[in-house]
């Protein structure tokens, strides 16, 4: 995370732990110490800050996707990719499955 100590680090992802809980703040999956990623919900490079209330759990996947989107983008990008029953249907599966090997 840009512009953080490492102090600051474990803090935010300790906070979103407690208050936000172990989820991928966009697909809703259940992230672990492998995959979890604190994502700027609005993000840096758009006006985002390092304030906590502007951090989530974002599982690998969705934050390499997101990139330096605003999460109204993210969502819209992938609908309009996928199409929004293939892309509901597809990620629930997905993640269903990858939810079971936790
Ligand atoms: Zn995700």
Redesign the pocket.
Known sequence: MRGCSKRHWKAAKKWVMENRGPR??????KVTRANATIDHIVPFSRGGTNHLDNLAF??L??NLLKGNMLPEEFKAAMHAFFGRLIWIAAWRNKFVNTDRKD
Not at 24 to 29: D, E, G, L, S, T
């Open positions: 991928c703040a966009y697909c809703r999956r974002a599982c996947q969705c």
